[in-house]
């Protein structure tokens, strides 16, 4: 199993997570970009946050309620990294 799945496993198994949409390794740390689904039926549907290599939050950086914006947000939070093939976006 690679480190990536093996952290989604471990994000998935969290309580208020019911999909991992998105997962990157930040260049140069061991913390990982992520964006999320809850099962929640009211807001937030979707967070986009930073957690590190064992799955634990270090911060939220927005939470929304449409996919659409949580992805674009994504999208804008490291645009140099997108180019670039340094980042594993599952």
Known sequence: MTIENELRSKIEIQNDVKKVHRL???IGTKNWHYLIETPFETYPKFVVGICDSFGDPVQI??????????????????????????????
């Open 24 to 26: 990157r390794q930040i």
């Open 61 to 90: 950086e927005t939470t929304c309620g449409l996919l659409k914006t949580a992805i674009d947000f994504w999208q804008e939070l490291y645009p140099e990294q997108l180019s670039g093939g340094e980042v594993k976006d599952l």
